[in-house]
């Protein structure tokens, strides 16, 4: 039980992290979902949309984020 507890601590951790992220994206005014690659298809009740730059940019930026971590930590 004690590994289980640790396991959704640390979910919830990055949960809350990744909520405070895109609040303070959105209070920035950064146009995440809405850039010249993301796909938006959409008539009065239906709307979809396919973020493909906004997840290249976003993968770009955390795999050098976490590159820098992990050289950090060695």
């Known amino acids: 039980m004690n590994y289980i507890a640790r396991v959704l601590i640390v979910l919830g951790g990055i949960l809350l992290l990744s909520g405070v ?10 146009p995440l979902g809405r850039l010249p690659g993301d796909i938006r298809i959409g008539n009065e009740n239906l709307t979809c949309l396919i973020p493909l730059a906004t997840m290249l940019i976003l993968s770009i930026v955390l795999t050098v984020l976490l590159n820098v971590i992990i050289r950090l930590l060695r």
């Open 21 to 30: 992220a895109l609040y303070l994206v959105d209070r920035i005014g950064l």
